[in-house]
């Protein structure tokens, strides 16, 4: 096929071959190219990437879509002006959504059933048992109820826990009692045994995960933060941790990625650090949904994943 339009791609990850791979067969009618190596500028119409540089938006005039390869679309706003005007679209790939929701069950079940207390007693070779809740006496507080977060909230419904759920608008999730606003908040946080954040990065989410907020959670309670690492307010956790008002947290997302070795968050004993591994998105069902989004906005319509500038997601 000759003169297609083409999609540039950009990664920072290792796995560019396998993705230029899959979007080519999920979308034959464009030509993928990866960046830098994009060919003729005219014929750039989309692009598919992760943390891009601005340079790419300059290098291609035409864009008339851009999709991002992870959930969340952060990595485009900060790049000011440099962004065209284009459709954004976020990447929901219903493969990405579930794994996100079996890395927040197995933090749950982990803090639940206190193997952070187990591993601490290891290192001790102390053989103590513990009482724990049970899941339907156990209250999960999801921050954030998109796609995602609804995903999270059934999974830990089905398993049997109490799951409330807390979002900036008053839209009823069939199935979850919600707390909505700023009023909501305390109110979650206090009820909660385990609070996880999926909350998607805006000034509004911003420093949120704080001091206020943990102390309004139950002593002893745990975290969970899957959002965005610009959400957390390191300091203000280290020391509701220290100080016994929460009892732990399990963290995959930080203000610095990679997290620098010298972080006191590597060492804290009541932490647990992922490598922002909770929902890495997979090339071949990624490809499949990204084909659609792309698909639909070349055909004027307005996909489930489409962003918006004003709203930050
Ligand atoms: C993200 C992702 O946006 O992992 O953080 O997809």
Redesign the pocket.
């Known amino acids: 096929m000759q003169d297609r339009p083409v999609l540039v791609l950009h990664t920072t990850w290792d796995t560019a071959p396998v993705w230029a791979h899959e979007i080519s067969t999920a979308l034959p009618e464009l030509e993928v190219r990866t960046w830098p190596e994009i060919g003729d500028p005219a014929r750039v119409i989309a692009c598919a990437v992760w943390h891009p540089p601005a340079e790419l938006f300059a290098a291609c005039p035409d864009l008339r879509v851009v999709q991002?390869?992870?959930?969340?679309v952060d990595?485009l706003w900060r790049l000011g002006p440099a962004l065209p005007d284009v459709p954004v679209l976020r990447?929901v790939d219903p493969v990405?959504t579930e794994r996100l929701a079996h890395y927040v069950l197995a933090g749950v079940l982990h803090f639940q059933r206190r193997f952070d207390v187990f591993r601490r007693q290891q290192h001790e070779r102390r053989w103590e048992r513990h009482g724990h809740l049970d899941p339907g006496e156990t209250v999960v507080g999801v921050l954030g109820m998109g796609v995602m977060g609804r995903a999270i909230a059934a999974l830990l419904q089905r398993v049997g826990f109490a799951v409330i759920g807390w979002r900036r608008t008053a839209e009823s999730v069939a199935g979850v009692e919600i707390l909505a606003g700023p009023a909501g908040l305390p109110e979650v946080a206090a009820r909660a045994h385990i609070l996880v954040g999926v909350l998607p990065a805006t000034e509004a989410t911003r420093g949120l995960l704080a001091a206020t907020l943990f102390a309004a959670m139950r002593p002893g309670a745990f975290l969970i933060n899957a959002g965005?690492g610009e959400q957390l307010v390191v300091p203000d956790l280290i020391e509701a941790l220290d100080v016994g008002r929460l009892a732990g947290a399990l963290l995959d997302?930080f203000a610095i990625e990679p997290l620098p070795p010298d972080d006191p968050l590597w060492a804290h004993p009541r932490i647990v650090v992922t490598p922002?591994t909770?929902?890495?998105?997979n090339p071949r069902t990624a490809a499949a949904a990204i084909a659609a989004g792309i698909r639909a906005v070349l055909r004027g319509e307005s996909p489930p994943g489409l962003a918006a500038r004003g709203r930050g997601y």
Do not use: D, P, T, Y
């Open positions: 991002s390869l992870g959930a969340g990595h990447l990405m965005r997302v922002h909770a929902a890495i998105s």
